[in-house]
């Protein structure tokens, strides 16, 4: 039975879940069976919404993994997972064969760093099992996309880009109310179009599509803060806080029980 998301109402928390060796912020953390579940049953305890299973790192210079250990690190979790609870999941992936396989071993959503565009077969796919799919915007590839990029005019590029996807994938027989889109911090941006982009993210609302935000210990907030890897919650949260005041509708995050107290206080503000 597939599980459907409501994004009516107060945003939703996507806890991240990296089943891979090189994550820019876990690393091999969770890249045992036993331990990504139990993260699994830590983030569901502490009130995520949506979990989003990755097994190949997409940080800045990283290298590509072949689909069949991709499906090895991601399979067996969501299957595990799909035991003991119907939490909604997503695989992260852009890979047709791996979103597939991830669908029919129980996830929800298929969330596509490339916005459709590295595998031909995924906006096909994604149609014909009539799933939600994240759709967001990069420049360039993992590998080379922090290679000196460069906008004229970040907001209205992105916004054209995002025209541009949904068209195609509409096209393709996707239905526009499973269209979710994300802006891409940190994929092909420097540090001042990250920050315009929270800064004006209610713009996208024009587009009439839920937006996701995921800015959880990225470098911009490190370079912005003076902060190594491991003391960018406080200003994860600060994101968070702006990008739900502006309209987020998903956030994805690393810690899950800070983010859910940080979402409950401005959305009540925000409702007031």
């Known amino acids: 039975m597939r599980r459907r998301i409501q994004l009516l109402g107060k945003p939703l928390i996507m806890g991240i879940l990296n089943v891979t060796e090189d994550s820019f912020y876990d690393g091999s953390l969770y890249s045992s069976l036993d331990k990504a579940v139990a993260r699994a049953k830590e983030m569901i305890d502490e009130g995520v919404d949506i979990i989003d299973v990755g097994g190949e790192s997409t940080r800045p210079f990283s290298q590509r993994v072949p689909v069949e250990e991709e499906l090895k690190r991601t399979i067996p979790v969501i299957k595990k997972i799909r035991e003991f609870s119907d939490i909604p999941l997503s695989i992260d992936t852009y890979k047709s064969v791996v979103a597939y396989e991830a669908i029919m071993a129980g996830a929800d959503i298929v969330n596509d760093i490339s916005g459709l565009s590295f595998d031909d077969k995924m906006a096909k796919l994604v149609a014909e099992l009539d799933v939600p799919v994240v759709v967001m915007h990069i420049k360039g590839k993992p590998e080379d996309m922090q290679i000196s990029p460069h906008y004229e005019d970040v907001i209205s590029e992105i916004k054209d880009y995002f025209k541009e996807r949904v068209e195609y994938a509409k096209k393709e027989g996707i239905k526009e109310e499973n269209i979710i889109i994300d ?34 210990m990225k470098t911009f907030i490190g370079i912005i803060t003076k902060s190594p890897l491991n003391e960018r919650l406080s200003g994860t949260l600060a994101s968070v806080a702006i990008s739900v005041w502006n309209g987020a509708d998903i956030v994805r995050v690393h810690n899950v029980k800070e983010t859910k107290k940080v979402v409950d206080l401005v959305y009540a503000i925000k409702m007031s």
Do not use: C, M, Q
């Open 183 to 216: 802006p891409g911090i940190g994929f092909g941006k420097r540090v001042e179009d990250n920050l315009k982009i929270l800064k004006n993210l209610e713009e996208f609302k024009t587009l009439k599509k839920p937006i996701l935000i995921g800015t959880s």
